[in-house]
């Protein structure tokens, strides 16, 4: 997981007081979050964005964390700017609202007794609005989904404005799967024309726009999305997202400007400093669940940071559909306090389950035996009321909870085919056998044309193979065996490899479609190799499994053109189909330019 640096003097001033060190590691121990340690970090501020970046050497960072201005250029040389204390944290996927400073702090004011319940925050109708183009939605681009708000009465410095960036790198790898499923970006709304936006998609020539970080007062700075795209460093980054679209999606005001080329970079125009006081925030992604949780995470932020702020909200409209956002209404969920003290193995009465309940910042209403819980909006992680019962067991301590006696005790032990083919290994092994491991995904032009196999139509095809030599799953493990001989040419001679594996044949009788059979093969090559060495290790390994010829194992001639005609068998057992065996014909072993003769078998050990 990444780790995440809380500078403590902001946290402790949201948080109301300072804490010991220890303290505060138990704490967040039992809170949930895994603490790697404490560090000093070294701040330099950029010359071209003045941003801060931080590092833990002694010598600055390389780029900057902001607009990718090279530090190492004598032009770019950052200046110190002190050093900050910070906690080191493990990112938490499921709860990004622990981020940043003000999120973490909200969150430990609840846990810690200090506040109950969730905060209420100021959101006002807004006259602003955008206007979202139907041709994001595909085929020539896809990024159809926009999420926007207002913040104003913001009072903002270095502190604030270093953990707002980092908490929206952060939101991109969580919830945002690398910027794929959500893209943040906020903006001065002082610098921005109008009441209106459009949200719509163009061709990559079509306008150009100075991104973040780069000199507006230079003529060379403006760029088309094609050129951000192949030479901004965020843009070669992040081109794989808008990789094979025809247009790419611009965020613009009424008078043409761009605020921002989602998900790739933001405007230069419309960069947010400490002077900033007001601001757009947009979210554009694939799905409203994703970039509306992303959205409250962020507003909410702000508005932690800065109590006397507002947000407002932004009107969508999409074809056919106008929605507005943010929401910061609470989601209810109904949760019987009596089943969830069962689960945890406690006893709560609806009083204690809903107290823990607002410990963790939720609000609550008891209804007879049962609690009806309000989930803030900035809680992305609670989808299902189980989710509720692990927020009371946090809340109660898991180190408070009984210590109960096991009652039974279970012991593990190897799955059938995993003895099986441990027992086959060891056999082989014992042969003087070398065992090799091979890919399951094979082709037919592999398969059935190079080596010689009898076709087979129960193969399993991939629908969008990655290459034309993975189109299937394998169904034998002999041209895996053939391919290792293959790029083993230059070793010494003779060469004894096997292989244990599952083969895969499509089965509509199983619940999957398809059936995985173990299987076991093994090959020799060498001069003066010949179809009963083949025949004869072939018969040592199944004599360790009580098979002989005395028993009902049969050698019948086989027509597969693999072999040599005359020198292949097919192995029965009671007249059932076990295997193969036999000399590999000259033709094949030129197919793989092996130039000395191959003998090998194969059985299916599911029959044994």
């Known amino acids: 997981m990444p780790i995440v640096g809380i500078p403590l003097d902001e946290f402790y001033s949201l948080y109301g007081e300072e804490l010991p060190p220890d303290i505060l590691e138990n704490e967040l121990h039992r809170f949930g979050c895994s603490v790697e340690g404490w560090a000093t970090l070294q701040r330099y501020r950029c010359p071209r964005c003045h941003a801060l970046s931080e590092t833990g050497e002694s010598t600055p960072p390389p780029t900057c ?3 990718g201005a090279d530090f190492r250029l004598e032009a770019n040389r950052p200046a110190p700017e002190g050093e900050v204390r910070v906690l080191r944290m493990e990112l938490l996927a499921v709860r990004p609202d622990l981020f940043d400073p003000p999120g973490l702090a909200r969150a430990l004011r609840g846990f810690l007794g200090k506040e109950a319940g969730a905060p209420v925050y100021r959101l006002e109708k807004g006259t602003w609005s955008v206007e979202i183009d139907p041709a994001l939605a595909g085929p020539e681009v896809l990024r159809p989904r926009i999420a926007m708000a207002v913040v104003k009465g913001l009072s903002l410095n270095d502190a604030s404005l270093r953990s707002l960036m980092k908490l929206q790198e952060n939101i991109h790898w969580a919830l945002g799967r690398d910027r794929k499923l959500a893209s943040i970006g906020v903006y001065d709304l002082s610098t921005i024309t109008g009441s209106s936006f459009r949200y719509q998609a163009v061709t990559p020539e079509a306008l150009s726009f100075v991104p973040l970080g780069y000199d507006p007062a230079d003529a060379e700075s403006s760029l088309t999305p094609a050129r951000i795209l192949t030479e901004h460093p965020k843009g070669k980054a992040y081109a794989r997202l808008l990789q094979g679209a025809t247009r790419v999606p611009l965020l613009i005001d009424e008078t043409g400007a761009v605020l921002s080329m989602p998900p790739i970079i933001n405007s230069e125009a419309t960069r947010v400093t400490r002077e900033t006081e007001e601001v757009v925030i947009d979210v554009t992604g694939l799905e409203d669940r ?30 056919g559909e106008t929605r507005t956002t943010p929401d910061l209404s609470a989601q209810e969920v109904d949760v019987d306090p ?10 709560w009465n609806p009083g204690e389950f809903a107290e823990l309940l607002r410990r963790m910042r939720h609000d609550t209403v008891l209804e007879g035996d049962r609690v009806q819980v309000q989930v803030p909006a900035w809680r992305a992680d609670i989808v299902h009321p189980r989710d509720l019962v692990e927020d009371a067991a946090i809340a109660h301590g898991y180190d408070h909870l009984p210590s109960v006696d096991l009652t039974a005790a279970t012991f593990a032990e190897a799955h059938p085919r995993e003895i099986r083919a441990a027992r086959a290994r060891a056999v082989l092994l014992g042969l003087s056998a070398m065992e090799v491991m091979t890919l399951t995904l094979s082709s037919e032009a592999t398969t059935f044309e190079r080596t010689g196999l009898r076709h087979r139509e129960e193969q399993v095809r991939l629908e969008h193979p990655i290459s034309v030599e993975q189109t299937m799953l394998r169904v034998s493990l002999v041209p895996g065996l053939m391919e290792t001989l293959a790029v083993n040419l230059g070793h010494s001679y003779p060469q004894r490899i096997f292989e244990v594996g599952s083969v895969v044949f499509a089965d509509e009788t199983q619940e999957t479609g398809a059936r995985e059979d173990l299987h076991a093969a093994a090959a020799l090559a060498g001069d003066g190799f010949g179809y009963a060495d083949a025949r004869g290790l072939a018969e040592a390994f199944l004599a360790d499994w009580g098979l002989t010829v005395a028993s009902g194992l049969e050698f019948q001639a086989s027509e597969e053109r693999l ?12 007249g059932r189909a076990l295997g193969r065996v036999g000399e590999v014909h000259p033709a094949v072993l030129e197919a793989y330019r092996i130039i000395h003769p191959v003998v090998l078998f194969e059985v299916n050990l599911e029959d044994l």
Not at 338 to 347: C, S
Not at 563 to 574: N, S
């Open 563 to 574: 072999f040599l005609p005359g020198r292949g068998a097919e192995i029965l057992l009671a």
């Open 65 to 67: 964390d902001s607009c």
């Open 290 to 319: 994703h970039i509306e949780r992303a959205l409250n995470i962020v507003v909410t932020s702000l508005l932690e940071v800065c109590p006397s702020a507002h947000a407002e909200s932004v009107t969508l409209h999409y074809a």
């Open 338 to 347: 009596a089943a969830a003290a069962e689960l945890v193995g406690t006893h």
